[in-house]
């Protein structure tokens, strides 16, 4: 979804080095997402955050920070990056349709392709 | 953490009707069931949305049956353009987003 952008698209980098993967989105949500996506483990929520000053951990936060500047933008921190956060990080956002937190309509950006090496 | 589970992959043919099957046993009382589509290198895009019941829009159907234990997305008369992978997603309590593992579906002539 071109309202929601990632950058870089591509990274490789060495065990150590620090990396931040940004998100930008045109589409005035509230709630943005980290996910990271794995061969054969599907879809996994790092963190999330309902708006600027809220921050949560998702599933799988160990090793990862975020920073969330803006209400249109999201940064996930990888301090220490290994070799096992080797995947495709996903950004997305959603606007407050209802109460529940699954009601919202999520809506992804094109990924970023980590390599670590 | 409760999990979401689907069929790893499935095999259908063009004009045939697609039913894929999620378990999600521990879905809290409030909380809704989404279904998306993802194709390679895209992030990915809603399908349908429901909380009970039955669920229609131009592209799908969803089931969800009385206990709301599972849900079942239908993709009518399918084509070679709906090949990609399936997911399910409900928090299994606690608030905690899941995604399954997701569902190759691919399609053939």
């Known amino acids: 979804d071109a309202d929601v952008t990632q950058t870089p698209r591509n990274r490789i980098t060495k065990t150590g080095k620090r990396i931040m993967l940004e998100c930008s989105q045109t589409?005035?949500?509230?709630?943005m997402y980290w996910y990271r996506q794995d061969p054969g483990l599907g879809l996994r929520l790092i963190y999330y955050s309902f708006d600027v000053k809220d921050i949560n951990k998702g599933e799988i936060s160990d090793g990862y920070s975020v920073s969330r500047q803006a209400q249109a933008k999201f940064s996930l921190s990888l301090e220490s990056a290994i070799p096992n956060q080797t995947a495709l990080y996903f950004c997305?956002?959603?606007?407050?349709?209802?109460?529940?937190?699954?009601?919202?309509?999520?809506?992804f950006g094109p990924g970023t392709r980590l390599t670590v090496l | 953490l409760a999990k979401t589970t689907q069929p790893i992959s499935m095999d259908s043919y063009e004009g045939q009707e697609v039913n894929i099957t999620c378990s999600h046993n521990?879905?809290?009382?409030?909380?809704?069931i989404t279904w998306y589509q993802q194709f390679p290198s895209q992030g990915p895009r809603f399908i349908i949305q429901g909380y009970k019941t039955k669920v229609t829009n131009e592209v799908a159907s969803l089931f969800i049956p009385a206990d709301r234990k599972s849900s079942t997305l239908s993709l009518p008369r399918v084509s070679l353009s709906d090949t990609a992978v399936y997911y399910c997603r409900s928090t299994g309590g606690g608030n905690k987003l899941t995604f399954g593992t997701g569902t190759q579906l691919k399609v053939e002539l």
């Open positions: 997305a956002t959603s606007d407050l349709q209802r109460d529940s937190l699954l009601a919202d309509t999520q809506y």
């Open positions: 589409k005035g949500h509230d709630r």
């Open positions: 521990n879905i809290a009382t409030n909380d809704y």
